[in-house]
């Protein structure tokens, strides 16, 4: 058991990268410029409108910095608008464009597909118990 505690976390960031790049490969396939941060964060501004770019951040488990970096790339493509905010000119308001909600559309049912191959196999109760683990590792670490 010594040497699985040694290797979990390996193994954790390994599984995470490799499905990062399986992916990015089917989103490839779509002729689509876009990459999966980029979705993430266009995903993530549709089921939550108007959060700012912290929360923004914070849901897809990146740093401001690199949200900044994202959104830039996001509005040079036209899949966003970035406007000063109504009440507070320190920060932004993000909407998606019609051309992003278009991406978004597209990209919904590649990305269901991908995540159910990503998923292939594997029984609802070893995920059920996949979930509670992770959620003990994420309880552990945030104390």
């Known amino acids: 058991m010594g ?9 954790l960031e390994n599984a995470v990268k490799s499905y990062r790049q399986f992916g990015q490969r089917d989103i490839n396939r779509t002729g ?27 849901l897809v ?4 910095a690199s949200i900044t970096r994202i959104t830039d790339l ?22 998606i464009t019609d051309k992003g909600q278009k991406i978004i559309e597209i990209l919904k049912s590649t990305v269901k597909n991908y995540r159910a191959a990503a998923l292939n196999g594997i029984t609802d109760s070893e995920l059920e118990l996949l979930h ?12």
Request: hydrophobic share 40%; glycine share 2%; proline share 1%.
């Open 3 to 11: 040497k699985l505690k040694d290797t979990i976390f390996y193994s």
């Open 32 to 58: 689509l410029d876009i990459t999966i941060d980029q979705w993430l964060v266009l995903k993530t501004l549709e089921d939550s409108p108007g959060i700012s770019q912290q929360q923004l951040a914070i």
């Open 61 to 64: 488990f990146k740093d401001v």
């Open 74 to 95: 996001l509005v040079k493509k036209k899949y966003l608008n970035r406007n000063f905010h109504a009440t507070d000119r320190r920060r932004f308001e993000l909407t």
């Open 132 to 143: 509670h683990t992770l959620k003990k590792i994420i309880a552990n670490t945030q104390s």
